[in-house]
Each structure stands twice: as C-alpha cells, then as structure tokens.
C-alpha cells in the first residue's frame, strides 16, 4: 500500500520543479555564459574563456559607467538616508497639526514620484531646473522617489524605541538632538543599514531615470551603458552583455555579504538594541 504522505511530496516535487527551474535558468545563463568562447541565450559553456571580460574592460563607456553608477548610488545613499533620518524622527516622536494627512500623502505617491506615470512631468521639471544631462539631476530624482519607503522604515524603527530613554535623556540635560544622535542613531543602527542597503540597490539598477535624463554616453551608469552593447545592425552582442551584467551584480551581492557578515539581518528593539 502507498504511504499518501510520499506520494504527495512526489507530486509537491514535481510540481514545483518547473518553477525553480524558471527561477534557477536566469542564474545560470548569468553564471555560465560570460565564460563561454560562442555564447548565445541557451546555458551552454562551449569552451571557457576571459575574452568576453577583457572587451568589456577594453570599452571606456562600460569602465566610466561603473564610476558613474557608484557617484549616483554613494550620493542617493548618503541624501536619502540623512533626510529620512531626520524626518522618521520628528514624525515618530513630535505630534503637530496636519502631520496625519502629511504621512497620508507620503503614502499615497510614494509608489509614483519615481514611476514610469511621472516621468514626463519630472523631465519638464528638471528641464526647467537646467538638470538634465546632469548626474545631480538623476541624484535627486531617485532620491525623492526611494525617500518615502525609507522614511516608513525608519520611522517603525523609531517607533519601537521606547520613549522612557528619551525622556531619562532629557531630564540629564541633553537636547533633542544630542537624543538624536546618542539614542536614535545607535540603536536603530541595523535599520540604518537596511536602508542604506534597499537604497543603494535600488539606484544601482535604476534604469529608466537616468535613460530618460542623460544624453551623454560618457555620463551613463551601468544600468544604461549596458543598453549600447548592440552592433550597428542592432544585433546584440551577447558575450558582452552577460559578462557586463555578471560584473554589474558584483557590487551588491558584495555590499550584501559584507553587511550580512558584520551585521546580519536580525532586528531588534529598543530594549534589546
């Protein structure tokens, strides 16, 4: 007699193995092709080679691409996080009048400053404002596009540090600020890194904001240098493209590791922070 049990892990297994095999396949063209001596859209290794590396490194626009893609990411980095942290804190901590309707608003259009609904005003913006063909005008459109996601996060931070230390702070003397930055800031540190880390990657593979407001190819960042890998018959240049998008996930599956590593992805309270 059949155990029900294993006969329905078997059907478990054999229907979920095309569906990590449509997730797995992408994977494994990134891995498998940038080394191979013919590729092409199949997962084949037909020969190992660092050819396809060495034309990626030969083609200044791929190399200026990486130094352009870290200045955006560093820098929206930096502007996001300082802002949302600032903002988190007053939202979380002061009350004041129309501040309900504020966060209403952030959630309301936090999905579309950035979106594709809102490209074309934010274009006229920043054509009025002389930005465009302009890093800084890249810089602060993603920027205001990825700052209400991070301010929510930090705010729920914020949220779980109770308000006892704050007061006990106050009484010794010290200022909203010095509460700031002596209290806040330590122990939402692990929520700091998380929106480092979400902003970070989501300017690093960004591609319509910066496709839509850079003309110069000398000005483009990774994920739109990888857009001009076409011959002059606009037949695309395989090898170059996986070899460019394997070096292209370098960066953050580095930042990842390295954040994992020294800090992990365990969150905590105030209590225990």
């Given at each position: 007699?059949?155990d029900?049990?294993?006969?329905?892990k078997?059907?478990?297994?054999?229907?979920?193995?095309?569906?990590?095999?449509?997730?797995?396949?992408?994977?494994?063209w990134?891995?498998?092709?940038p080394?191979s001596?013919?590729?092409?859209?199949f997962i084949?290794?037909s020969?190992?080679?660092?050819?396809?590396?060495?034309?990626?490194?030969q083609?200044?626009t791929?190399?200026?691409?990486f130094?352009?893609?870290?200045?955006?990411?560093?820098?929206v980095v930096?502007?996001?996080?300082?802002?949302?942290?600032?903002?988190?804190?007053?939202?979380?901590r002061?009350d004041f009048?129309?501040?309900?309707?504020?966060?209403?608003?952030l959630?309301?259009?936090?999905?579309?400053?950035?979106?594709?609904?809102a490209?074309?005003p934010?274009?006229?913006?920043n054509l009025r404002?002389?930005?465009i063909?302009?890093?800084?005008?890249v810089?602060?459109?993603l920027?205001?596009?990825?700052?209400?996601?991070?301010?929510?996060i930090?705010?729920?931070?914020?949220?779980?540090?109770?308000?006892?230390?704050?007061?006990a702070?106050?009484?010794?003397?010290?200022?909203?600020?010095q509460v700031?930055?002596?209290?806040?800031?330590?122990?939402?540190?692990?929520g700091?890194?998380?929106?480092?880390?979400?902003?970070?990657?989501?300017?690093?593979?960004?591609?319509?904001?910066?496709?839509?407001?850079?003309?110069?190819?000398?000005?483009?960042?990774?994920?739109?240098?990888?857009?001009?890998?076409?011959?002059?018959?606009?037949?695309p240049?395989?090898?170059?493209?996986?070899?460019?998008?394997?070096?292209?996930?370098?960066?953050?599956?580095?930042?990842y590791?390295l954040?994992e590593?020294?800090?992990?992805?365990?969150?905590?309270g105030g209590i225990?922070?």
């Amino acid at each position: 007699m059949r155990d029900p049990r294993r006969t329905s892990k078997i059907v478990s297994y054999i229907l979920l193995a095309p569906i990590v095999a449509f997730f797995v396949s992408p994977i494994l063209w990134l891995i498998v092709t940038p080394f191979s001596i013919r590729p092409s859209l199949f997962i084949s290794l037909s020969g190992f080679t660092l050819n396809n590396f060495a034309r990626v490194f030969q083609n200044r626009t791929a190399i200026n691409a990486f130094r352009n893609s870290l200045v955006i990411s560093v820098s929206v980095v930096v502007l996001v996080t300082t802002c949302a942290l600032l903002a988190a804190y007053v939202l979380s901590r002061h009350d004041f009048k129309g501040r309900n309707v504020l966060l209403y608003m952030l959630v309301l259009f936090s999905s579309v400053v950035s979106g594709a609904a809102a490209m074309v005003p934010i274009f006229i913006l920043n054509l009025r404002l002389g930005l465009i063909n302009t890093e800084l005008g890249v810089i602060l459109t993603l920027s205001g596009g990825i700052m209400p996601t991070a301010l929510f996060i930090l705010k729920d931070f914020f949220d779980s540090i109770p308000r006892t230390y704050e007061e006990a702070a106050l009484v010794d003397g010290s200022s909203p600020m010095q509460v700031m930055f002596r209290i806040f800031l330590p122990l939402s540190s692990k929520g700091i890194i998380v929106i480092a880390m979400l902003v970070f990657t989501q300017s690093w593979s960004n591609f319509l904001v910066p496709f839509v407001l850079l003309r110069s190819t000398s000005k483009y960042p990774v994920s739109v240098a990888i857009y001009t890998f076409f011959s002059e018959v606009g037949v695309p240049d395989i090898g170059m493209i996986s070899a460019y998008s394997l070096l292209y996930t370098v960066p953050v599956i580095f930042a990842y590791l390295l954040i994992e590593r020294k800090f992990g992805f365990s969150f905590y309270g105030g209590i225990k922070g």
